[in-house]
Nanobody, 126 residues
Framework: QVQLVESGGGLVQAGGSLRLSCAAS????????VGWFRQEVGKDHSFVAA????????DYATSVKGRFTISRDNAKNTVYLQMSSLKPEDTAVYLC???????????????????WGRGTQVTVSS
């Protein structure tokens, strides 16, 4: 099993940047692919980005492509989400999730993931 803790959220002005971290505890984190999702009040999780266990494969939601970058450091058991050119519509709780199921184009779906963090709030003011 793996436990996930997100950090790095906060309040930022439109156009600003934040870097989120997803720290994992437990063994064999390098065997997990990881996704970032976001959730607005009263809505379901929406996909943001995903990265394979090795870091070689990455996918992004259309709405964040070119502005967000996902990366990982398996030596530190951490996955990052660098967010730039933030917009008010990026405001949400951001959650990371992990799965040992092999990476594919289905990593954009929340149902694929077995382990979830509690999330970190990102608020972008206009």
């Amino acid at each position: 099993q793996v436990q996930l803790v997100e950090s790095g959220g906060g309040l930022v002005q439109a156009g600003g940047s934040l870097r989120l971290s997803c720290a994992a505890s437990g063994r064999s984190f390098s065997s997990y692919s990881v996704g970032w999702f976001r959730q607005e009040v009263g809505k379901d999780h929406s996909f943001v980005a995903a990265i394979s266990d090795s870091g070689e494969r990455k996918d992004y939601a259309t709405s964040v492509k070119g502005r967000f970058t996902i990366s990982r450091d398996n030596a530190k058991n951490t996955v990052y989400l660098q967010m730039s050119s933030l917009k008010p519509e990026d405001t949400a709780v951001y959650l990371c999730a992990a799965t040992t199921i092999g990476y594919s184009n289905t990593n954009i779906y929340a149902a694929k993931y077995d382990y979830w963090g509690r999330g970190t709030q990102v608020t972008v003011s206009s």
